[in-house]
């Protein structure tokens, strides 16, 4: 009986390992539809890699700018202006994806990834910049009727972010809290933890990933941030609150 049961077990985590492999392999198939669909300037093929969602977001952050389009149709009319300028597929660059990072929880999924852009010939006379662009990605998506689409993205080219000003830091917040007020806690986490990365001196950020660790049930990662936070800012009543209430549980 008990060599039954050791072998039922082996099967069920047998099958749950290849499920998610299995969903692994279909989310790398769909942020590879959506480049190829962007670069071969087929917008019928990109917009159905989407989610139309109301709340829909795509940032890009670079050392010459940051910009962020949020909702479905903001992001439509995007594309169909940049297809419209221009038409004809991008066959400058080979683009590898590469160094994935997948977590699956239902219906959801958060991809951290790289994208290689390798140039295949000379851009200088067009380009300023010849070399290899490596950026990294962090994508939501969401599974619609077996499919899996994006909901949500950010694109950063990390060796060369310099942030001016805090525009970047306060529009990623909101994006983390609007993860959070739809209930996506695990998405909302990465967001805030990428907020951290990018913007470790500022109180702020460490305050919003102690309230979605908190929202999380993770009562130790929640006191860590709200430490910091109020660490950096003494005066942050709301967080010293909000950390003696975790204390008390």
């Not at 300037?41 to 910009?67: M, V």
């Not at 950063?156 to 830091?169: D, I, K, R, V």
């Not at 990662?221 to 008390?248: C, F, R, V, W």
Request: aromatic share 10%.
């Amino acid at each position: 009986m008990k060599k039954l049961t050791i072998l039922f077990t082996f099967i069920c985590l047998a099958s749950i390992t290849f499920a998610q492999k299995g969903e692994e392999e279909g989310i790398k198939k769909a942020i590879q539809a959506r480049s190829d669909a962007n670069r071969n300037r087929d917008l019928a093929a990109w917009r159905a890699s989407w989610q139309h969602d109301p709340k829909a977001s795509n940032t890009f952050i670079s050392k010459d700018g940051y910009n962020n389009v949020r909702s479905w149709d903001s992001i439509e009319v995007m594309m169909e202006r940049d297809i419209k300028q221009n038409p004809k597929p991008d066959n400058t660059m080979q683009v590898k994806m590469d160094n994935f990072s997948i977590r699956v929880d239902g219906n959801l999924a958060m991809a951290d990834y790289d994208a290689i852009f390798t140039p295949v010939t000379d851009q200088s006379s067009i380009f300023p910049y010849t070399g290899v662009l490596k950026y990294h990605n962090y994508d939501v998506l969401v599974k619609e009727n077996g499919q899996w689409k994006t909901n949500s993205r950010i694109v950063t080219l990390p060796q060369s972010y310099n942030p001016s000003g805090h525009a970047a830091e306060i529009d990623m917040n909101t994006a983390g809290y609007d993860l959070l007020a739809a209930k996506k806690v695990n998405e909302a986490i990465e967001v805030f933890k990428l907020n951290v990365k990018l913007f470790p001196d500022s109180w702020n950020v460490y305050d919003s990933l102690g309230e979605a660790y908190a929202a999380a049930g993770n009562t130790k990662e929640a006191i860590a941030n709200y430490e910091k936070s109020i660490q950096l800012n003494p005066k942050s009543d709301s967080g010293k609150e909000a950390l003696t209430k975790l204390k008390q549980k």
